[in-house]
């Protein structure tokens, strides 16, 4: 059997960004994220920029490259670093269960096969849980303040 034929049936492995539909799928999801985000002054008040947008494309950038698409974030960002970038924000148990249950409606929205949606959803979740850094019973900051 020469090589081309032996090639005929295989591919090669495609990564899950391919495979759920590359940029497109990343940006309906961070757009879904977002939309709740914004309806949600619980989460909002934790974006200090008033504008979403750079954060959506920050958070964009780093699920493609995650997920196995364009390195953009790093080049752009440098290493993820996702527990010290998050640690100037107060991120409470409450805080995080907000973002996740944002963040499965933008899941659910994207209409993924349930391989590809249980391995999306395992990584946000556990990603999710690992970025808490406060208990919803400790004061902010801001209510310090006042």
């Known amino acids: ?12 492995s495609a990564t899950f960004y391919e495979d759920v539909g590359g940029e497109a799928t990343f940006v309906a999801l961070v757009e879904a994220f977002y939309e709740g985000v ?12 008033e504008d979403l947008g750079p954060a959506a494309e920050r958070l964009r950038r780093f699920l493609e490259q ?13 290493h993820p670093r ?7 924000f107060r991120v409470t148990p409450d805080a995080r269960d ?3 249950a944002h963040m499965r ?3 659910l929205s994207l209409g993924l096969s349930p391989l ?16 808490v850094n406060a208990s ?11």
């Open 1 to 12: 059997m020469n090589l081309r034929a032996a090639t005929a049936f295989t591919r090669p």
């Open 38 to 49: 914004a309806a949600d002054p619980e989460l909002r008040a934790m974006y200090p920029e």
């Open 66 to 78: 995650y997920w196995g698409g364009p390195t953009t974030y790093s080049e752009q960002r440098g």
């Open 82 to 88: 996702l527990r010290m970038r998050h640690a100037p």
């Open 98 to 100: 907000r973002w996740l």
């Open 105 to 107: 409606v933008a899941v």
């Open 116 to 131: 590809h949606e249980g391995q999306l959803w395992d990584y946000l979740e556990r990603a999710a849980h690992s970025m």
């Open 136 to 146: 919803d019973d400790a004061p902010s900051p801001a209510r310090d303040a006042r």
